[in-house]
């Protein structure tokens, strides 16, 4: 299997990140091994995926504990890039409601409903 392990030799200009395909362009060490380059945002997400992800408790529960990759016979950096692809994309989801909630704090300030909740 192609990538049933983390690539052994990497060249960070032309290589793309092995879990998402993207350039790695600002590569990070993967916390995985301390040695595989990976791009950016999936260095961000397995460093503080979880706190950032839309995930409920059962939901994380079930990516962090892994029993489905030996249901599957997975090797630990396959069920690794699947964990950390789930919070990249679950991390775009946060950043869409973030926005969505700024443009209403902004929309409140702007039409004074902020200042009549803060004087309840
Ligand atoms: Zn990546």
């Avoid at 504990?65 to 991390?91: F, K, M, P």
């Amino acid at each position: 299997m192609l990538n049933a392990n983390p690539p052994t030799e990497q060249n960070t200009d032309e290589d793309d990140c092995p879990i998402c395909g993207l350039p790695l362009k600002y590569p990070a060490l993967s916390r995985f091994d301390n040695k595989t380059y990976v791009c950016g945002q999936c260095g961000q997400s397995e460093g503080t995926g979880f706190l950032f992800s839309l995930f409920d408790d059962t939901q994380r529960i079930m990516l962090q504990d892994r029993e489905w990759a030996n249901t599957y016979g997975l090797t630990e950096w396959q069920a690794h890039c699947i964990v950390i692809a789930a919070i990249n994309g679950s991390t775009l989801g946060y950043q869409k409601k973030s926005r969505e909630a700024f443009e209403r704090l902004r929309e409140m300030m702007d039409n004074g409903t902020l200042e009549k909740l803060e004087e309840e």
